[in-house]
């Protein structure tokens, strides 16, 4: 799911300016195929993916929870990445704007205040300066608040879902997280795990739900369409509750893909959804300074649809030669993950203690 939900992710963040907006109209049906791509369709990935986040922290139960432990490695896996790639990004635009490039793309850096630095370096306040980091950010907030989180989860589920969820869907300050529906992502994560939901049951309707969530997506895209680029409150809250409720959605798309020959190849990509994930922005950004140099606007489909593939071939490839070449830096640049390997064995153990009686093998369970 990562790699399919992250590479999604990449269409949301190709660059546009105001000339170029969807909006606008200028292109028909492709311009509505950009909204349905960037702003409806793929804008599940971050719920989705703080669900899974959430569900894999408390899979073996809260009693085995050991918070110590989880922050030490989270401080690996999540933080040492996020402030690696992040501060890397943002010396390379200083460097680039006192050369005089760069300005109107990205935020002004070297003219920045102190507090406005921060929150281009750490998110303090606002998006990091590699603007889909602001994931690792808030996930991060999740991981600290976990205990507490488990503890309202076990004793009041309902209760306490309920309150996320109006909080992620209605006008409501965002407070602490940039992106509430992170919270409610992550804490559906922790329910599925904490009272032992069945997450394979909707698979035997996995088609019928994946048609409907499409359906939803398109008339959704189409309702952002007409209203854009400001939306009214209204469809906020609609496009917020789309967007929470593709997380069942995606999982049950992932059920189909799982079976194909391409899902079970991509199950295997040891760190490349991460890899796909830090760095896609960068490159996007550097296209899009490099188009406008170049190209008509008149060409934006072109580089809609070009830019992103051509991204996703690029990382695919440095992301082989940094394992290949140097494997410690990307083992520190992916948060040490080791992939699906060593997490298909131990469920395997763990399947093979408890008995699996789903007609689906645990390998293949793991792999989604």
Same mark, same amino acid.
């Given at each position: 799911?990562?790699?399919?939900?992250?590479?999604?992710?990449?269409?949301?963040?190709?660059?546009?300016? =105001?000339?170029?907006?969807?909006?606008? /109209?200028?292109?028909?049906?492709?311009?509505?195929?950009?909204?349905?791509?960037?702003?409806?369709?793929?804008?599940?990935?971050?719920?989705?993916?703080?669900?899974?986040?959430? &569900?894999?922290?408390?899979?073996?139960?809260?009693?085995?929870?050991?918070?110590?432990?989880?922050?030490?490695?989270?401080?690996?896996?999540?933080?040492?990445?996020?402030?690696?790639?992040?501060?890397?990004?943002?010396?390379?635009?200083? !460097?680039?704007?006192?050369? /005089?490039?760069?300005?109107?793309?990205? =935020?002004?850096?070297?003219?920045?205040?102190?507090?406005?630095?921060?929150?281009?370096?750490?998110?303090?306040?606002?998006?990091? #300066?590699?603007?889909?980091?602001?994931?690792?950010?808030?996930?991060?907030?999740?991981?600290?608040?976990?205990?507490?989180?488990?503890?309202?989860?076990? +004793?009041?589920?309902?209760?306490?879902?309920?309150?996320?969820?109006?909080?992620?869907?209605?006008?409501?300050?965002?407070?602490?997280?940039?992106?509430?529906?992170?919270?409610?992502?992550?804490?559906?994560? !922790?329910?599925?795990?904490?009272?032992?939901?069945?997450? +394979?049951?909707?698979?035997?309707?996995?088609?019928?739900?994946?048609?409907?969530?499409?359906?939803?997506?398109?008339?959704?895209?189409?309702?952002?369409?007409?209203?854009?680029?400001?939306?009214?409150?209204? #469809?906020?809250?609609? +496009?917020?509750?789309?967007?929470?409720?593709?997380?069942?959605?995606?999982?049950?798309?992932?059920? !189909?893909?799982?079976?194909?020959?391409l899902g079970r190849?991509?199950?295997?990509?040891?760190?490349?959804?991460?890899?796909?994930?830090?760095?896609?922005?960068?490159?996007? #950004?550097?296209?899009?300074? #490099?188009?406008? +140099?170049?190209?008509?606007?008149?060409? &934006?489909?072109?580089?809609?649809?070009?830019?992103?593939?051509?991204?996703?071939?690029?990382?695919?490839?440095?992301?082989?030669?940094?394992?290949?070449?140097?494997?410690?830096?990307?083992? !520190?640049?992916?948060?040490?993950?080791?992939?699906?390997?060593?997490?298909?064995?131990?469920?395997?153990?763990?399947?093979?203690?408890?008995?699996w009686s789903d =007609?689906?093998? =645990?390998?293949?369970?793991?792999?989604?």
């Open positions: 799911m990562r790699i399919v939900l992250i590479s999604g992710i990449v269409f949301v963040h190709v660059p546009h300016d =105001p000339q170029t907006s969807p909006f606008l /109209g200028n292109n028909g049906f492709i311009d509505w195929i950009r909204v349905f791509l960037g702003d409806s369709l793929f804008r599940v990935g971050v719920p989705c993916l703080s669900a899974i986040s959430g &569900y894999l922290m408390f899979r073996r139960g809260i009693d085995a929870f050991d918070y110590g432990k989880t922050l030490r490695s989270k401080a690996r896996t999540v933080l040492l990445p996020f402030l690696i790639w992040n501060l890397s990004f943002l010396l390379l635009v200083v !460097i680039a704007q006192r050369s /005089g490039m760069g300005f109107g793309y990205l =935020p002004d850096a070297i003219h920045a205040t102190p507090r406005e630095l921060a929150t281009l370096a750490f998110a303090v306040e606002s998006l990091p #300066i590699n603007v889909p980091l602001y994931f690792l950010r808030d996930l991060l907030l999740c991981i600290l608040l976990a205990p507490i989180l488990a503890a309202l989860i076990r +004793r009041y589920p309902l209760t306490t879902l309920t309150v996320f969820f109006v909080y992620a869907v209605f006008p409501i300050h965002n407070g602490l997280f940039l992106k509430k529906s992170i919270l409610f992502g992550f804490s559906c994560g !922790i329910y599925a795990s904490l009272h032992r939901i069945n997450i +394979r049951a909707l698979d035997p309707h996995a088609e019928k739900i994946a048609v409907l969530s499409l359906a939803v997506a398109a008339l959704l895209a189409t309702a952002l369409y007409w209203t854009g680029p400001e939306y009214p409150v209204w #469809i906020e809250m609609l +496009r917020g509750l789309a967007a929470i409720c593709g997380i069942v959605g995606s999982w049950t798309i992932s059920a !189909i893909l799982i079976r194909s020959q190849q991509l199950s295997k990509s040891e760190g490349l959804s991460f890899w796909i994930f830090c760095a896609h922005y960068p490159l996007l #950004i550097a296209f899009w300074m #490099i188009w406008n +140099r170049a190209a008509n606007p008149g060409l &934006y489909p072109l580089f809609y649809f070009s830019a992103p593939i051509l991204a996703l071939l690029i990382l695919v490839v440095s992301d082989n030669l940094a394992k290949r070449l140097t494997p410690w830096l990307h083992a !520190i640049l992916t948060g040490s993950r080791a992939g699906g390997s060593a997490l298909r064995r131990s469920m395997d153990i763990e399947a093979g203690q408890k008995g =007609p689906r093998s =645990p390998k293949e369970e793991v792999t989604r």
